[in-house]
């Protein structure tokens, strides 16, 4: 009796748990080289669709914020970066310099 307790609380909180973000390893193609951010990407299913197949479903959108950069990428399934914007925040007194 005190062994089906057991498992029934260990299956219990197995199935409680929360996954976290999942980390994708984000090497492939043209686009990767460009990422800053990529260690720090979490990433999730996208619904993105694309007009022609030319890169493989399902997708996912890894993100990212490191200071005042925001980097995004869209994922296909063989890990490829298939789209890449990076957004930095800037304060207007600094625009000059920063550019």
Known sequence: MRTLAIIALALLLACSERKAP???QLAHGPLAALMTQHAFATCGKSDRTYEGVFHKPPYQTCGSTVGDSTESAEVDSDSLVVELQN????APADKGSVF
């Open 22 to 24: 999942e980390r994708v």
């Open 87 to 90: 957004n930095w925040t800037i």
